[in-house]
């Protein structure tokens, strides 16, 4: 997903990184007509990282060897990939229409604007689930159609108004097009209707999901700015920017907005274990999965396992573990069944076990782990978090998600087989896996 620049549109998936930051002061190349050489020297701090299972690099040079574009395309040509070399299982036809759909995105360069805005939108809306994909993005808005048609409705117009305002403050065309300026705003849609008291169908609250959705490009373009000294993604930090702002300016009380209720727990919850269903916890986990998307049906959330699925057979099993591991995390702290029933332990874990189990670090059984782990760690934030926010009168969104997900990110070790993806070669988990085997063979077979 966030392949180098010479390849606009890579299916980066929820970043804002250096290497893919807009055009502007703070995005310039630090190394100016010295990149080659610090290319170079940051290759070589990778071998001795790899070797010695070390990386003790400054963050200058860790940038130039992470987002320098010299070093991209020394990978690129003394390793040609196959663009199908991750699908090469699959037969070449299913190949196209896989993982993030590379061929496709190079084939739409020289059609119509209109042909390709749509697939920034498609793209758009699959990134809330970290995948760049134009077909798993028409399988969520089908599920979403199936939750409800004013909620897709919703959704939809956030990303195209956030995808046209990405376009008129001139943000990096490679980057719009990956979708990652119009994911923020899909969720914002999505949870305004949601969260509005006024129901279904209240035509008048399209007015602000065009304002606020105008804003995620802003946040976006600004956390990444600042994110980019430590090459860490932004993932939904613009939405949850975005959506509190709305629910706490207007409240329960509005005249014109209302926004539903958020209380604190004042009472001691009668759970009784005999009345635990088997069949509900089992629905619970698709149901957690459409949780990511403020939905409750757990048909739904099969149809965004199946969209995850297309792009990615490992992300679509991180996001089925992390569900469970939610589920399981909310058993241990005895929560209301109809907590965990309607999902609300399942959506943060989910897509911090995709977001560490082979994202954005390569896939080995130590970062498998240690997803496993950011999972757990991720549902019990997101209920001291819940409890915390509903004082103020507000939900936790996808906050303990973000959060928790860059407290993991900016772990250090000395395990060589914890090896965290530069942001400008993130795409899927397993060609993530394919660069991390390919770096770690030049390593063995080169002299130090």
Not at 5 to 20: E, H, P, T, V
Not at 126 to 144: C, K, R
Not at 216 to 226: G, H
Not at 262 to 281: C, Y
Request: glycine content about 8%; aromatic content about 12%.
């Amino acid at each position: 997903m966030y392949g180098e620049k010479g390849r606009m549109m890579n299916g980066r998936s929820l970043i804002g990184g250096a290497g893919d930051a807009p055009r502007g002061p703070l995005w310039r190349d630090p190394f100016g007509n010295k990149a080659g050489e610090a290319a170079r020297r940051g290759f070589s701090q990778l071998s001795l990282a790899l070797v010695r299972g070390l990386d003790k690099q400054e963050p200058e040079e860790e940038t130039s060897m992470e987002d320098s574009p010299t070093i991209v395309k020394l990978d690129r040509s003394e390793n040609p990939v196959s663009p199908c070399r991750g699908r090469r299982c699959l037969p070449k036809a299913l190949g196209y229409i896989t993982g993030n759909m590379r061929e496709f995105a190079e084939w739409l360069k020289d059609k119509p604007v209109l042909l390709q805005f749509t697939d920034w939108v498609l793209r758009g809306i699959s990134q809330v689930v970290f995948v760049s994909n134009p077909i798993s993005g028409i399988l969520i808005l089908v599920g979403l159609l199936v939750q409800n048609p004013w909620w897709a409705l919703n959704g939809f117009v956030g990303t195209v108004i956030s995808t046209l305002t990405a376009l008129l403050l001139s943000q990096d065309r490679s980057a719009i097009a990956a979708g990652l300026h119009g994911y923020n705003a899909t969720l914002v849609g999505i949870l305004m209707a949601v969260f509005s008291a006024k129901g279904d169908y209240f035509w008048w609250l399209l007015f602000p999901v065009s304002v606020m959705s105008m804003t995620c490009p802003v946040f976006s373009s600004a956390l990444s700015s600042v994110f980019c000294k430590w090459n860490l993604p932004v993932f939904t930090l613009p939405f949850n920017m975005a959506l509190s702002m709305y629910l706490a300016a207007t409240g329960h009380y509005n005249p014109f907005f209302p926004i539903k209720l958020f209380t604190p727990v004042s009472s001691v919850p009668n759970i009784t274990w005999p009345d635990l269903s088997a069949l509900e916890l089992l629905k619970s986990l698709p149901v957690g999965v459409s949780q990511i998307y403020g939905c409750d049906s757990p048909w739904t959330g099969g149809i965004f396992l199946c969209a995850i699925l297309l792009s990615s057979p490992l992300m679509c099993l991180h996001a089925a573990i992390g569900s469970l591991l939610g589920i399981a995390a909310g058993l241990s702290l005895s929560a209301p069944f109809e907590n965990i029933y309607f999902g609300l332990w399942g959506f943060n874990s989910s897509l911090a076990c995709i977001a560490i189990g082979g994202m954005f670090m390569a896939l080995t059984w130590q970062t498998h782990l240690l997803a496993l782990a950011c999972a757990l760690f991720t549902a019990y934030l997101g209920v001291s978090m819940s409890h915390v926010m509903a004082v103020v009168g507000l939900p936790a969104c996808t906050w303990p998600f973000c959060l928790a997900t860059l407290l993991f990110l900016l772990v250090t070790t000395e395990n060589p087989n914890i090896y965290r993806m530069p942001l400008s070669n993130v795409t899927y988990p397993e060609e993530n896996r394919i660069f991390y085997m390919q770096a770690k063979k030049r390593v063995v077979e080169s002299p130090l």
